[in-house]
């Protein structure tokens, strides 16, 4: 996916997050990062023996500010991309120089044996002269390939910039599933050592007679549940991490750190959130700069028919030629007009290509803009959702935690079942798991978003790449159209 760039940018205007909904990135942020070690010490006596935190031996957390900084100049793609705007920048000085003159050195140095009035010759020769050649008139084809390039090369500028936010939002996605993984996992460590903790319980009564053997082997098939809901859950995050890794060009798992919580801003409001009525950075950008610069290169049928007319200038600067000829050259100039007509047709052939290829890159920039419309119309209602299954989620587990509490006191005086405290602490698991869920789902929304709009690499505090260093500035304009007498025109 890509679109992006410019000034006037477009922006998908949502709902404001609730109170609630912030509180509930907070609670999915204090859930990611407290310690599992420091829960299962206030664990009571007697308990099951605390499990290793996953990140236990992790370096220090890393912001995903921090992570982009620090791999982004380096990704492939971002790579590829500052490449072709260098090609990009030397394809415009090539056509810039067709407009100039060519000037030209030539020396001859040789022997001949020749023969001359009869007589036989053996001559040396040793000249140099200087040339100048000029093309006074080429119907204005050189100078729209220059004024074609210099719109590729704004196009090429803005693919850099779609590279980036691509990269980006690759791995931004990455972090945020590594960061809610990471958020889950405790959550299923505290489950894990709970159920132990109630099956260690309830052996000890089915022992003493005070509970029957259905229960507990009841309380052992929710532990092998939840067994192997941790081990899916550290599997994984795991596997999250390893992904990350690839991303992020890193050679050892140990090189991915632990995720901060992130927190993205709403893009600008103000915008409809299923009209684009600028250029934003980006793909769309670019296409659409290729459909002008496709568009520039198509030539008036005129131009098939016209000549090209060429200055030339000679001038000698020594000649040493023994014996010496009887007439020499020492200045010269001379205007040719030319008509070139291919009789198979290659004239009007290379038109009609160029004018099929400008209606190509036309249509390529409407797809674009229709799927950047399509998307983000649909953005506005997942966010506005995702901040109201935050609300209650976030209600819900407040819910929960009443219930669980006041269960564990139930079901130690008799008034509550073994399989009615299973199930409360089940569905509070299964509240938790789906709070990380909806925050990664507003997470990655705003992400598209930004990335939409033209306004990710601000929002993750990324620099755009330095242009090329010769490559004209934002407020340059692109040169008039060359007129007919114009020369290299």
């Known amino acids: 996916m890509a679109v992006h760039h410019g000034s006037g940018r477009p922006a998908v205007s949502a709902p404001r997050c609730p109170t609630r909904a912030w509180t509930a990135l907070a609670c999915a942020a204090a859930l990611a990062l407290a310690p599992v070690a420091a829960r299962a010490q206030a ?45 990009a920048h030397e394809r415009r000085i090539q056509a810039r120089s067709r407009l100039l003159p060519t000037l030209g050195v030539q020396a001859v140095q040789g022997r001949s044996n020749e023969q001359e009035l009869g007589f036989s010759v053996d001559r040396r020769t040793s000249r140099a002269e200087t040339t100048l050649r000029w093309n006074l008139y080429n119907s204005g084809n050189d100078g729209a390939e220059w004024r074609a390039t210099e719109i590729d090369a704004d196009a ?49 009564q089915a022992d003493l007679g005070k509970m029957s053997e259905a229960d507990a082997q009841q309380a052992e098939a929710s532990l092998l549940d939840a067994e192997i809901a941790h081990e899916e859950a550290t599997a994984d995050h795991d596997s999250a991490r390893r992904k990350l ?18 927190v993205l801003p709403a893009p600008a409001a103000g915008a ?54 009887t007439t020499q050259n020492r200045n010269a100039w001379q205007i040719t007009a030319r008509w070139d007509f291919p009789v198979g047709g290659e004239l009007q052939s290379r038109r009609n290509e160029t004018e099929r290829r400008a209606e190509a890159s036309a249509a390529e920039a409407e797809r674009i803009l229709r799927n950047l419309q399509a998307e983000m119309s649909t953005l506005a209602p997942q966010v506005a ?43 509070r698991y299964n509240a938790e798991k789906r709070l990380a869920e909806q925050v990664t789902r507003l997470q990655k929304a705003r992400l598209t978003q930004l990335y939409y709009s033209g306004e990710l690499l601000p929002a993750m505090g990324v620099a755009p790449m330095p242009r090329a260093p010769e490559l004209r500035s934002p407020g340059d304009t692109v040169p008039p159209p060359f007129n007919d007498s114009t020369p290299g025109g």
């Open 43 to 87: 664990a009571a006596p007697g308990a099951a023996p605390t499990l290793p935190a996953p990140n236990a031996a992790a370096p220090a957390p890393e912001s995903l500010t921090a992570l982009l900084q620090r791999v982004l100049p380096a990704e492939p793609q971002v790579r590829s991309a500052q490449a072709l705007l260098e090609v």
């Open 156 to 204: 090429a500028e803005q693919e850099l910039r779609r590279a980036q936010e691509d990269a980006c939002e690759r791995i931004a996605e990455a972090y945020l599933e590594v960061l809610r993984l990471q958020t889950v996992l405790p959550r299923s460590t505290d489950r894990l050592q709970a159920v132990q903790r109630l099956v260690e319980q309830t052996r000890r």
């Open 245 to 262: 890794a690839r991303l992020v060009g890193a050679t050892a798992l140990d090189e991915v750190h632990p995720a901060l919580p992130v």
């Open 272 to 325: 409809q959130s299923d009209a684009i009525s600028a250029l934003p950075p980006g793909a769309l950008a670019a296409a659409q700069q290729r459909a002008r610069a496709a568009r520039e290169r198509v030539r008036p049928q005129m131009s098939l028919l016209a000549p090209r007319i060429d200055l030339e200038l000679r001038k000698q600067l020594g000649d040493s030629t023994a014996p010496a000829l």
């Open 385 to 427: 959702q995702a901040e109201r299954a935050l609300d209650k989620l976030v209600r819900q587990i407040e819910q929960y935690n009443t219930l669980v509490r006041a269960g564990e006191l139930q079901f130690e005086a008799g008034r509550r079942t073994l399989a009615q405290l299973i199930t409360l602490r089940d569905s």
